[in-house]
């Protein structure tokens, strides 16, 4: 499940910076072969950015590559990385759930000004604003989902899996990590060839 939620908003992700980028190159073209300009990519490419942030924040979350810092932690003993992990785990559920939160303000207020983007197309923000109060309540119940889930696994004591999925990941995880991806692709490679 958390692998096929990860893969699918990072195709998400992929999909708005690519869309993204066919929309700079059809502008740039046009710009120096036909001295046109499509008065938009700069607006597009702030609200891919902050759509894309969100889902970076929750393909972030779900891959434990958030930054940590992590000098001490695996010196600590394992029960006070248990709490610290749990504290980590609680504080990001914590700081998204108020980013939903006041993001919905945000958006009540362009609702009742009507605003409008300073720009030749005039969009009514609170389009842009709602993809991207979509991609945080997703991030928020993604982290929420994770402190609920850390915090049954610190009441029952058990902080060395508490600490393998909430914990800063290691150099040798991320070794891991990048050695199957390389095997896979080299499985795939071999596949593909007769």
């Not at 990860?6 to 992929?14: C, I, N, R, S, W």
């Not at 928020?140 to 999925?165: V, W, Y």
């Not at 995880?173 to 990048?178: F, P, S």
């Amino acid at each position: 499940m958390k692998a096929r939620l990860e893969q699918l908003l990072g195709t998400a992700f992929g999909l708005v910076f690519l869309g993204l980028a066919v929309v700079v190159t059809v502008e740039t073209v046009a710009r120096k072969l036909f001295n046109v300009s499509l008065q938009g990519a700069d607006e597009l490419g702030g609200y891919a950015l902050a759509v894309g942030a969100t889902l970076g924040f929750s393909i972030a979350l779900l891959g434990r590559t958030h930054i940590r810092v992590d000098v001490i932690h695996d010196r600590l003993p394992v029960w006070l990385q248990g709490g610290l992990n749990w504290l980590s785990a609680v504080s990001l559920a914590a700081l998204a759930l108020l980013m939903a939160y006041l993001a919905w303000f945000v958006i009540q207020d362009t609702r009742a000004y009507k605003s409008v983007a300073q720009t030749p197309w005039a969009t009514p923000l609170v389009i842009p604003q709602t993809v991207w109060l979509i991609g945080l309540i997703i991030f928020a119940a993604i982290a929420l989902g994770s402190a609920l889930q850390a915090t049954r696994l610190l009441l029952r004591g058990r902080f060395q899996l508490l600490d393998r999925d909430y914990g800063p990941r290691s150099t040798k995880d991320e070794v891991d990590e990048e050695l199957d991806d390389i095997r896979a692709r080299d499985a795939a490679r071999q596949e593909i060839v007769p």
